[in-house]
């Protein structure tokens, strides 16, 4: 029996959905159910504008919308957040995960308009649920949010817009349309609340290891755009240009973000950050061994690069051999998890910022290493990297980051959250470093029987779901801080419900499935 695998991922969506709608039960989690209505119907008439070539970008190939799936993403994360902060009494962040719900449903309202302005002819039937679920949700919008909140959304909104033209017409087939929701949805949302924070410096409070992360993505976006707004005049491999660049990122580093981190922290980021890696002897433990994983990844890239030299030129590192990189990030993320997440939060904002420069210089081939990067991660392109970047590796390190860039630490004032809640850290390295791993190398080597419509194999997800649970009772081993006061049931359910999605969606599997385990664990 043939199963469409995209009604197939709406399906296993729609039951996170209900898990949410049934575990919080309010206005907004109705909204949520009138959302995804939506979006079901306007994923099709996506789905067809990609397959005519009637959309106006280029959009990643051979992989569906994923409206449905990306559209979820910021209203169940806002809800599941709202319920932590209300239960620990923070009012704050309680109005504040309020704000991300409402900012994601207008989000993919606006994708969903996109899709039926272009669409000849006009869907009648879809654009009349959409008009009944845009009612529900704006009505729904004015009744909760105050005006200053509504104005939050609509900035939101308008940066949303001119980041998406920037971005799609730069990176052409990069990005489907739910994984450009989900990427320049969450940016945009980071640049308002920066922009926000920076012109209201007398209520800045919190973390300081919370301001690395924006800085960070906002230097990285201007960086880009400028260098690729400007390449577009000049040759950018000469030594010249080479140069210019390399001055221009240190002049942007220096001259502009760290006087800027500096405002939102205190002292000087570079002070601050030699005072806190230098806390303790763990730590920089810790960094020695995360060094060593680093060696140990390059020397992987060299050692398989150097069997493509001596071999076939067109030899392609296999499924197996690129889940290597998958476990050398289960063995960083774990100790960090474990001994110190405030110094793992830093260190992954570091690396995100290395792998993006890295990757500036691969693809305008800044000299010295330019062309060298480009020989290099060629050997670990799949059909996922069709665009001009490689984003593989970055989507990686994302998807195990995100759970702790996004745990809400003033929401947990014993530094953890009770029940499930206490795995939300390790949601990306559950989901990505030991799910997607597993079911990726059993499913290819002894995977037979496959999943109706798709290549994934039932071994492959079985397999999955077994190796999450083993690690999740290594964790209860190693963290005393994680207390599961009997909501195993609940856990196995949700690794099941994402090994299902991790087997029927064509989207960023690195970026979503960490997102839907964090959101159904933090219930």
């Not at 004015?142 to 609509?154: A, G, R, Y």
């Not at 400007?230 to 080479?242: A, D, G, N």
């Not at 998807?399 to 499930?420: D, E, H, Q, R, Y």
């Not at 963290?479 to 359910?493: A, C, F, P, R, T």
């Amino acid at each position: 029996m043939l199963i469409n695998p995209v009604l197939a991922e709406s399906s296993v969506v729609l039951a996170a959905v209900l898990c949410v709608h049934m575990a919080i039960w309010n206005q907004h989690t109705w909204c949520c159910i009138a959302l995804f209505i939506q979006a079901f119907y306007v994923q099709h008439k996506w789905d067809r504008l990609l397959r005519g070539g009637g959309a106006v970008f280029q959009f990643r190939p051979s992989a569906n919308s994923g409206i449905v799936p990306a559209s979820m993403v910021m209203p169940l994360l806002g809800l599941a957040l709202k319920e932590k902060c209300s239960a620990a009494g923070n009012v704050y962040f309680e109005r504040f995960s309020i704000v991300v719900t409402i900012t994601g449903m207008m989000l993919a309202l606006f994708l969903s308009l996109i899709a039926l302005g272009i669409t000849r002819p006009v869907p009648t039937n879809t654009c009349v649920i959409a008009g009944v679920a845009s009612s529900a949700i704006l009505y729904t919008a004015k009744q909760t949010l105050t005006v200053s909140e509504v104005i939050e959304v609509l900035e939101v909104l308008l940066i949303f817009v001119y980041l998406s033209l920037i971005v799609l017409y730069l990176l052409p087939r990069c990005l489907t349309p739910g994984e450009a929701l989900l990427v320049v949805g969450g940016i945009s949302f980071i640049v308002n609340q920066l922009i926000k924070r920076s012109l209201n410096l007398a209520e800045v409070k919190g973390d300081p290891v919370n301001y690395f992360l924006p800085v960070v993505v906002v230097g990285s976006l201007l960086l880009g755009v400028f260098f690729a707004l400007l390449f577009c005049f000049m040759e950018s491999e000469t030594w010249v240009s080479s140069l210019f660049f390399h001055m221009m990122t240190a002049v942007l580093g220096l001259g502009i973000l760290m006087p800027w981190l500096s405002l939102f922290i205190g002292r000087h980021p570079i002070m601050w950050l030699l005072d806190f890696v230098t806390l303790n002897d763990r730590r920089l433990c810790l960094l020695g061994y995360w060094g060593f994983l680093a060696v140990v990844a390059t020397c992987v890239v060299l050692h398989q690069n150097y069997q493509r030299q001596s071999g076939s030129k067109k030899h392609q590192a296999s499924t197996v051999v690129r889940k290597y990189f998958h476990l050398i990030v289960v063995a960083t993320y774990v100790p960090g998890l474990v001994y110190d997440r405030q110094l793992l939060h830093v260190a992954s904002v570091g690396c995100l910022a290395v792998f993006l420069f890295l990757e500036y210089v691969r693809y305008f081939r800044i000299r010295p290493l330019g062309q060298l990067l480009r020989q290099l991660l060629t050997l670990f392109l799949d059909e996922r990297d069709s665009g001009p970047l490689i984003l593989t590796h970055v989507y990686l390190l994302m998807g195990v980051s995100l759970p702790i860039w996004l745990f809400p630490g003033p929401c947990a004032p014993k530094g953890a959250l009770p029940g499930a809640g206490g795995l939300v850290p390790y949601a990306g390295v559950l989901a990505v470093g030991v799910g997607d791993t597993v079911a990726s190398v059993f499913g290819s080597t002894m995977g037979e029987i496959r999943w109706p419509g798709t290549k994934k194999t039932v071994e492959g997800t079985a397999t999955s779901v077994f190796a999450q649970i083993i690690a999740v009772a290594m964790f209860l081993i190693f963290d005393g801080s994680v207390n599961l006061n009997s909501s195993y049931s609940w856990i196995v359910g949700s690794i099941t419900l994402v090994a299902m999605l991790e087997a029927y969606t064509s989207q960023i599997d690195n970026l979503l499935l960490p997102l839907y385990l964090f959101i159904l664990l933090m219930l």
